[in-house]
Nanobody, 122 residues
Framework: EVQLVESGGGLVQTGGSLRLSCAAS????????IGWFRQAPGKEREEIAC????????YYARSVKGRFTIATSNDKNTMSLQMNSLKPEDTAVYYC???????????????WGQGTQVTVSS
């Protein structure tokens, strides 16, 4: 079965750090665009960090650039999102995704994780 399983969410204070992980089963990320998205209550889902291996392109939303880093493990089985200098406005459910189809650097459709809650207290 092809799936993504996320871990690493939780509660953190403003200025703190969290690292989200997303493990793939049934496939690897070698030829897939990967990305992290988030959705806060009452807001639309937004793409925040993406990577496309075929052209080595990376995308970060302006709101997280310089604070968040997307990466993959050497075996291409796990992707991560390192989040530093967290702010209350980063509070959301975070989703990982992977797809062979991309818009820019970000995956579209494809496989999605179940989501993990990140809460940043002020």
């Amino acid at each position: 079965e092809v799936q993504l399983v996320e871990s690493g969410g939780g509660l953190v204070q403003t200025g703190g750090s969290l690292r989200l992980s997303c493990a793939a089963s049934g496939f690897t990320f070698d030829e897939y665009a990967i990305g992290w998205f988030r959705q806060a209550p009452g807001k639309e889902r937004e793409e925040i960090a993406c990577f496309r291996p075929d052209d080595d392109s990376t995308y970060y939303a302006r709101s997280v650039k310089g604070r968040f880093t997307i990466a993959t493990s050497n075996d291409k089985n796990t992707m991560s999102l390192q989040m530093n200098s967290l702010k209350p406005e980063d509070t959301a459910v975070y989703y990982c995704a992977a797809s062979s189809v991309a818009a820019g650097s970000c995956p579209i459709s494809g496989v999605w994780g179940q989501g993990t809650q990140v809460t940043v207290s002020s």
